[in-house]
């Protein structure tokens, strides 16, 4: 059974910063895709960033520059610093892996709260 376990979120006023961390445990194939979601209330679910297991990364244009992904592939965690946050980045982060052998396979945590207010 894959779990995923997000932690790092909280409240931070406007121009902080946040590093979220997700472990993954069970059976996930090591060749696979890391990302980062959120979803504030009212929205919709959005990708956020991502990053494969070779290190490439991606980034949505409303976090280039303020966010970075990054992962270690030996403990399956990935992370995500959040600098200059926004009231806007207000949402419930989520953690996502995914991989396709034969079938995909995709799994979610359970989402933190990050909040972003004076």
């Known amino acids: 059974q894959v779990q995923l376990v997000e932690s790092g979120g909280g409240l931070v006023q406007p121009g902080g910063s946040l590093r979220l961390s997700c472990a993954a445990s069970?059976?996930?194939?090591?060749?696979?895709?890391m990302d980062w979601y959120r979803q504030a209330p009212g929205k919709q679910r959005e990708l956020v960033a991502s990053?494969?297991?070779?290190?490439?990364?991606n980034y949505a244009d409303f976090v280039k520059g303020r966010f970075t992904i990054s992962r270690d592939n030996a403990k399956n965690t990935v992370y995500l610093q959040m600098n200059s946050l926004k009231p806007e980045d207000t949402a419930v982060y989520y953690c996502n892996v995914h991989y396709y052998i034969f079938r995909s396979y995709d799994y979610w945590g359970q989402g933190t709260q990050v909040t972003v207010s004076s």
């Open positions: 069970g059976s996930i194939f090591s060749i696979n895709t």
């Open positions: 990053i494969t297991s070779g290190g490439s990364t």
